[in-house]
Protein backbone atom coordinates (compact mmCIF):
# COMPACT_ATOMS: atom_id res chain seq x y z
CA UNK A 1 0.00 0.00 0.00
CA UNK A 2 3.25 2.35 0.34
CA UNK A 3 3.19 2.93 -3.37
CA UNK A 4 -0.35 3.65 -3.68
CA UNK A 5 0.28 6.15 -1.04
CA UNK A 6 3.09 7.69 -2.57
CA UNK A 7 1.49 7.69 -6.16
CA UNK A 8 -1.76 9.73 -4.60
CA UNK A 9 0.68 12.19 -2.70
CA UNK A 10 2.08 13.00 -5.77
CA UNK A 11 -0.83 12.96 -8.50
CA UNK A 12 -4.14 13.78 -6.32
CA UNK A 13 -3.38 17.83 -6.00
CA UNK A 14 -2.73 17.62 -10.01
CA UNK A 15 -6.03 15.55 -10.28
CA UNK A 16 -8.05 17.06 -8.67
CA UNK A 17 -6.51 20.73 -10.08
CA UNK A 18 -7.06 19.67 -13.74
CA UNK A 19 -10.71 19.00 -12.97
CA UNK A 20 -12.08 21.23 -10.59
CA UNK A 21 -9.68 24.32 -10.11
CA UNK A 22 -8.30 24.88 -13.92
CA UNK A 23 -5.04 25.32 -12.14
CA UNK A 24 -1.84 25.00 -13.62
CA UNK A 25 -1.35 21.55 -14.47
CA UNK A 26 0.98 19.04 -16.92
CA UNK A 27 0.51 18.62 -20.08
CA UNK A 28 -0.61 14.75 -19.41
CA UNK A 29 -3.18 15.79 -17.04
CA UNK A 30 -4.42 18.44 -19.57
CA UNK A 31 -4.71 16.29 -22.09
CA UNK A 32 -6.71 13.70 -19.77
CA UNK A 33 -8.96 16.96 -18.20
CA UNK A 34 -11.02 16.83 -21.96
CA UNK A 35 -12.07 13.15 -21.27
CA UNK A 36 -13.11 13.98 -17.41
CA UNK A 37 -16.61 15.08 -18.47
CA UNK A 38 -18.47 12.11 -16.88
CA UNK A 39 -16.90 12.89 -13.73
CA UNK A 40 -18.43 16.18 -13.71
CA UNK A 41 -21.51 14.76 -14.54
CA UNK A 42 -21.00 12.18 -11.52
CA UNK A 43 -20.37 14.81 -8.95
CA UNK A 44 -23.93 16.28 -10.76
CA UNK A 45 -25.37 13.12 -9.98
CA UNK A 46 -24.52 12.03 -6.52
CA UNK A 47 -25.50 15.37 -5.01
CA UNK A 48 -28.82 15.24 -6.51
CA UNK A 49 -29.17 11.71 -5.05
CA UNK A 50 -28.02 12.49 -1.76
CA UNK A 51 -29.67 15.61 -1.11
CA UNK A 52 -33.22 13.98 -0.07
CA UNK A 53 -30.88 11.99 2.27
CA UNK A 54 -28.58 14.32 3.88
CA UNK A 55 -29.80 17.21 5.51
CA UNK A 56 -28.58 17.46 8.94
CA UNK A 57 -26.78 14.01 8.83
CA UNK A 58 -23.32 12.87 9.56
CA UNK A 59 -21.62 12.01 6.67
CA UNK A 60 -18.25 9.73 6.04
CA UNK A 61 -16.68 10.13 3.15
CA UNK A 62 -13.83 7.81 2.32
CA UNK A 63 -11.16 8.65 -0.37
CA UNK A 64 -11.96 12.15 -0.11
CA UNK A 65 -9.02 13.24 -1.70
CA UNK A 66 -9.19 17.81 -1.08
CA UNK A 67 -12.66 17.64 -0.01
CA UNK A 68 -13.71 18.73 -3.20
CA UNK A 69 -17.03 17.51 -2.88
CA UNK A 70 -17.87 17.29 0.35
CA UNK A 71 -17.59 21.04 0.21
CA UNK A 72 -19.86 20.92 -2.62
CA UNK A 73 -22.05 18.29 -0.74
CA UNK A 74 -21.86 21.01 2.05
CA UNK A 75 -22.82 24.12 0.45
CA UNK A 76 -25.35 22.37 -1.82
CA UNK A 77 -27.72 19.70 0.70
CA UNK A 78 -26.59 20.75 4.33
CA UNK A 79 -25.65 17.97 6.13
CA UNK A 80 -24.67 18.08 9.58
CA UNK A 81 -21.51 17.57 9.72
CA UNK A 82 -18.98 15.95 7.00
CA UNK A 83 -15.89 13.36 7.95
CA UNK A 84 -13.67 12.52 5.01
CA UNK A 85 -11.18 10.61 5.14
CA UNK A 86 -7.77 10.01 2.22
CA UNK A 87 -4.66 8.21 2.14
CA UNK A 88 -2.94 10.79 0.92
CA UNK A 89 -1.49 13.62 3.42
CA UNK A 90 -1.51 15.87 0.59
CA UNK A 91 -4.92 15.43 -0.04
CA UNK A 92 -6.23 15.68 3.58
CA UNK A 93 -3.68 18.94 4.28
CA UNK A 94 -5.27 20.87 1.72
CA UNK A 95 -8.63 19.82 2.50
CA UNK A 96 -7.76 20.72 6.06
CA UNK A 97 -6.59 24.23 5.20
CA UNK A 98 -9.86 24.63 3.01
CA UNK A 99 -11.41 24.34 6.14
CA UNK A 100 -9.99 26.68 8.31
CA UNK A 101 -10.05 29.40 5.50
CA UNK A 102 -13.46 29.11 5.50
CA UNK A 103 -14.17 28.73 9.02
CA UNK A 104 -15.65 25.60 8.75
CA UNK A 105 -14.09 23.41 11.75
CA UNK A 106 -17.16 23.00 13.45
CA UNK A 107 -18.99 21.33 10.15
CA UNK A 108 -16.00 19.22 9.06
CA UNK A 109 -13.49 17.05 9.96
CA UNK A 110 -10.38 15.72 7.97
CA UNK A 111 -8.47 12.67 8.59
CA UNK A 112 -5.49 10.60 7.16
CA UNK A 113 -5.14 6.89 6.71
CA UNK A 114 -5.44 3.93 4.72
CA UNK A 115 -9.09 2.91 4.80
CA UNK A 116 -8.55 -0.52 4.23
CA UNK A 117 -6.52 -0.83 7.91
CA UNK A 118 -8.18 1.82 9.81
CA UNK A 119 -11.68 1.75 11.68
CA UNK A 120 -14.12 3.66 10.36
CA UNK A 121 -16.41 6.33 12.09
CA UNK A 122 -19.83 6.18 12.65
CA UNK A 123 -22.41 7.64 10.38
CA UNK A 124 -25.51 8.20 8.72
CA UNK A 125 -24.12 7.97 4.87
CA UNK A 126 -21.55 6.56 4.14
CA UNK A 127 -20.37 7.67 0.55
CA UNK A 128 -16.72 7.72 -2.17
CA UNK A 129 -16.49 8.74 -5.62
CA UNK A 130 -13.67 6.92 -7.91
CA UNK A 131 -12.28 5.30 -4.13
CA UNK A 132 -13.39 1.63 -4.55
CA UNK A 133 -11.45 1.75 -8.12
CA UNK A 134 -8.55 1.32 -5.96
CA UNK A 135 -9.21 -1.72 -3.67
CA UNK A 136 -9.02 -5.27 -4.90
CA UNK A 137 -12.49 -7.11 -4.06
CA UNK A 138 -11.62 -8.56 -1.07
CA UNK A 139 -10.27 -4.66 0.44
CA UNK A 140 -13.84 -3.28 -1.18
CA UNK A 141 -15.86 -6.20 0.86
CA UNK A 142 -13.94 -5.24 4.04
CA UNK A 143 -14.81 -1.60 3.89
CA UNK A 144 -18.41 -2.76 3.63
CA UNK A 145 -18.15 -5.04 6.46
CA UNK A 146 -16.28 -1.89 8.74
CA UNK A 147 -18.51 0.68 7.60
CA UNK A 148 -21.29 1.77 10.46
CA UNK A 149 -23.85 3.74 8.58
CA UNK A 150 -27.01 2.37 7.58
CA UNK A 151 -26.74 3.54 4.07
CA UNK A 152 -23.98 4.41 1.12
CA UNK A 153 -23.28 5.63 -1.72
CA UNK A 154 -20.62 4.28 -4.06
CA UNK A 155 -19.01 5.26 -7.68
CA UNK A 156 -17.16 2.41 -9.32
CA UNK A 157 -15.11 1.73 -12.95
CA UNK A 158 -17.31 -1.17 -15.06
CA UNK A 159 -15.34 -3.50 -16.72
CA UNK A 160 -17.50 -3.23 -20.01
CA UNK A 161 -16.71 -2.28 -23.31
CA UNK A 162 -15.89 1.59 -24.18
CA UNK A 163 -13.49 3.06 -25.64
CA UNK A 164 -12.89 5.89 -22.66
CA UNK A 165 -12.28 2.93 -20.64
CA UNK A 166 -9.56 1.61 -23.45
CA UNK A 167 -8.21 5.24 -23.11
CA UNK A 168 -8.04 5.69 -19.24
CA UNK A 169 -6.15 1.82 -19.30
CA UNK A 170 -3.46 3.69 -21.29
CA UNK A 171 -3.39 6.84 -18.99
CA UNK A 172 -3.34 4.46 -16.13
CA UNK A 173 -0.06 2.92 -17.73
CA UNK A 174 1.58 5.85 -18.41
CA UNK A 175 1.38 7.57 -14.64
CA UNK A 176 2.25 4.07 -13.36
CA UNK A 177 -0.79 3.96 -11.10
CA UNK A 178 0.69 0.92 -9.10
CA UNK A 179 -3.43 -0.22 -8.62
CA UNK A 180 -6.36 0.50 -10.18
CA UNK A 181 -9.99 -2.42 -10.66
CA UNK A 182 -12.47 -2.43 -13.13
CA UNK A 183 -15.27 -4.93 -11.63
CA UNK A 184 -19.00 -5.72 -12.84
CA UNK A 185 -22.31 -5.57 -10.98
CA UNK A 186 -22.32 -8.48 -10.17
CA UNK A 187 -18.84 -8.87 -8.72
CA UNK A 188 -19.56 -5.56 -6.77
CA UNK A 189 -23.05 -6.71 -5.18
CA UNK A 190 -20.69 -10.11 -4.27
CA UNK A 191 -18.91 -7.29 -1.94
CA UNK A 192 -21.76 -6.21 0.03
CA UNK A 193 -23.41 -7.67 2.66
CA UNK A 194 -26.91 -8.59 3.24
CA UNK A 195 -27.85 -6.11 6.24
CA UNK A 196 -27.43 -2.93 3.89
CA UNK A 197 -30.67 -4.42 2.11
CA UNK A 198 -31.77 -3.71 -1.45
CA UNK A 199 -28.65 -2.15 -3.32
CA UNK A 200 -28.93 -0.46 -6.73
CA UNK A 201 -27.07 0.32 -9.28
CA UNK A 202 -27.36 3.83 -11.49
CA UNK A 203 -25.85 3.74 -14.99
CA UNK A 204 -25.86 6.44 -17.89
CA UNK A 205 -24.67 7.09 -20.73
CA UNK A 206 -22.53 10.39 -19.26
CA UNK A 207 -21.05 8.31 -16.95
CA UNK A 208 -19.47 6.37 -19.76
CA UNK A 209 -17.60 3.25 -18.15
CA UNK A 210 -18.38 4.38 -14.20
CA UNK A 211 -21.32 3.22 -11.95
CA UNK A 212 -22.87 3.90 -8.95
CA UNK A 213 -23.74 1.74 -6.44
CA UNK A 214 -25.98 3.09 -3.57
CA UNK A 215 -29.01 1.50 -0.89
CA UNK A 216 -30.89 5.40 -0.67
CA UNK A 217 -34.72 5.39 0.11
CA UNK A 218 -34.56 7.29 -3.11
CA UNK A 219 -36.99 6.31 -6.34
C1 LIG B 1 -9.70 9.33 -8.02
S1 LIG B 1 -9.35 10.06 -6.50
C2 LIG B 1 -10.98 10.67 -6.02
C3 LIG B 1 -10.92 11.81 -5.03
C4 LIG B 1 -12.28 12.38 -4.63
N1 LIG B 1 -13.14 11.36 -4.09
C5 LIG B 1 -12.94 13.07 -5.81
O1 LIG B 1 -13.85 12.49 -6.42
O2 LIG B 1 -12.53 14.21 -6.13
C6 LIG B 1 -9.18 8.62 -5.44
C7 LIG B 1 -8.87 8.97 -4.02
O3 LIG B 1 -8.85 7.76 -3.25
C8 LIG B 1 -7.77 7.85 -2.32
N2 LIG B 1 -7.38 6.49 -1.93
C9 LIG B 1 -6.93 5.48 -2.73
N3 LIG B 1 -6.68 4.36 -2.00
C10 LIG B 1 -6.97 4.67 -0.71
C11 LIG B 1 -6.92 3.96 0.52
N4 LIG B 1 -6.51 2.67 0.56
N5 LIG B 1 -7.30 4.58 1.66
C12 LIG B 1 -7.71 5.88 1.62
N6 LIG B 1 -7.78 6.62 0.50
C13 LIG B 1 -7.42 6.03 -0.67
C14 LIG B 1 -6.68 8.61 -3.06
O4 LIG B 1 -5.72 9.18 -2.23
C15 LIG B 1 -7.52 9.65 -3.83
O5 LIG B 1 -7.67 10.83 -3.10
Known amino acids: MNNNRTYWDNK ?3 WEDSIRTGGNVSFVERLASHFRKPLKFRTEICIEMLKPIVKDKKVLELGCGSGFFAFELYDRCQPGRITG ?3 SANAIGRAQKIVRDR ?3 DKFEFAEGDITSISLPES ?3 IGLGFLDYLTAAEVKKVF ?3 RSKYFL ?3 TERKFSLLRYIHILYLWSQRCPRHFYCTKKEMADCI ?3 YGQIRFFNDKRLSF ?3 VHNLPIS
Open 193 to 195: DSR
Open 210 to 212: GCI
Open 145 to 147: DNM
Open 103 to 105: NLT
Open 85 to 87: MDI
Open 154 to 156: FTF
Open 12 to 14: IIE
Open 124 to 126: DVT
